[in-house]
């Protein structure tokens, strides 16, 4: 609030599937982003599976926060 926007952040919400089928997307640029693109998992206390990432949109610099959810 009251801040100048410089780098961009967004939260994401998406399943493994989607992500490896190339549907996961930059909401600044639209880019399409992968785990290709230097996603890094955030490891989570007390899950044996971490559920969220981060990866930096490589074109629009966006700090992109995704969590996975379960796919059905
Ligand atoms: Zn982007």
Redesign the pocket.
Known sequence: MGRKKRVGFADLQTTHAELGRGELR?P????S?SDADGLKFIPALGQSESSLATLN??????MLSIRFIAGT
């Open positions: 930059c600044q640029c639209t880019r982003v949109c490589p074109r629009c610099r966006t």
